[in-house]
C-alpha cells in the first residue's frame, strides 16, 4: 500500500476492524457459506531449497468442487495467456484483473470466482521490484472459489504470472503462512523492495460480523520469490 498503512485482507465480506486500517475485502457479502479447507501445516524455505518440478503436489480432491475450480491438470508453456496466474500444483489457471481500494477502504474481488485480483497499489505484473499481490475468493455462498485449495500448496511449488502482453514471471513458493486477519504484516503490501509474489485467500473459522455476514477468522498467505533460473 501506499505509505505505511496496516492492510487488513478479508476476502469474502466486508467487516471493518480497526480505526484508520485498509480493509481489504470482497464487496460480496456471503451468506449462507461453506467453510474453508483446513490449510496444510505452514512452511518456511529459502529459495535455494526449492525444486523447480512443481514442489510437493497435493492429491487432487474427488468430488465435484462447483464450476469455478478447475479440475484440468495445468501445461506451462507457449502460447502463454496474458494476465493469468498459473499454479500446476493445486490446478489454478485463473485470469488476473486489476482491483483497486474502494471508499468504503475494501478490495473489489473478481464477482467470477475463476479469476483473482491484483492489488493495484502492489507492484505490477510487469515490475523488476515490490511485491505483487495477487486475491482471490477460498469460497463465496456455498462455492468454492479459484484459490480453494491455495492452503494446500507445497514448499518449492512453482507458480507462473502473467502479464498483460503474455510476458511470463517463473516463482517459487517459499512459504506458506496463516495470520489473523487483524495481524497481517505491513511488508505483504510494499510496492518497493525485492521482488516478490504474494497470494492471498480466507482461511481459519467461519465466524458471523455483527451484522450477521459470514466471514473468516484468518487469511492463508502463500509467499513466492522469482525462480533461480528465472531469465
Known amino acids: 500500500m501506499r505509505g505505511s498503512w496496516r492492510v487488513l485482507l478479508t476476502l469474502c465480506a466486508a467487516v471493518c476492524i480497526g480505526v484508520g486500517a485498509w480493509l481489504v475485502a470482497s464487496a460480496v457479502k456471503q451468506d ?14 529459502s529459495v ?25 491438470e495445468v501445461e506451462l508453456g507457449p502460447p ?27 478490495m473489489s474481488l473478481p464477482t467470477d470466482l475463476r479469476k483473482v485480483g491484483w492489488l ?7 515490475s523488476g521490484k515490490g511485491t ?13 472459489g479459484a484459490l480453494y485449495l491455495l492452503g494446500q500448496v507445497g514448499p518449492g511449488a512453482e507458480v507462473v504470472t502473467t502479464d498483460e502482453s503474455g510476458s511470463p514471471s517463473r516463482w517459487v513458493v517459499t512459504s506458506r503462512r496463516s495470520y489473523h486477519k ?24 467461519l465466524i458471523r460480523s455483527a451484522d450477521g455476514h459470514a466471514t ?12 533461480p533460473d528465472a531469465s
Open 80 to 106: 502463454w495467456q496474458p494476465a493469468r496466474l498459473f499454479v500446476p500444483s493445486i490446478r489454478v489457471s485463473a485470469p488476473i484483473e486489476p482491483h483497486d481500494v474502494t471508499a468504503q477502504n475494501a
Open 216 to 227: 473468516y477468522e484468518d487469511n492463508v498467505v502463500v509467499t513466492a520469490d522469482p525462480h
Open 182 to 205: 487483524a495481524a497481517l504484516p505491513e511488508s505483504l503490501f510494499e510496492a518497493e523492495g525485492p521482488r516478490r509474489l504474494v497470494l492471498v485467500t480466507c482461511g481459519g473459522e
Open 120 to 126: 493495484e497499489t502492489t507492484a505490477s505484473l510487469r
Open 132 to 144: 505483487t499481490l495477487l486475491a482471490g475468493h477460498v469460497t463465496l455462498g456455498r462455492h468454492a
Open 48 to 72: 535455494q531449497e526449492a525444486v523447480d518440478d512443481g514442489g510437493r503436489p497435493v492429491a487432487f480432491p474427488d468430488g465435484d468442487l462447483g464450476p469455478y475450480v478447475n479440475r484440468d
Open 32 to 45: 449462507p457459506s461453506a467453510p474453508a479447507p483446513s490449510p496444510a501445516t505452514d512452511f518456511r524455505v
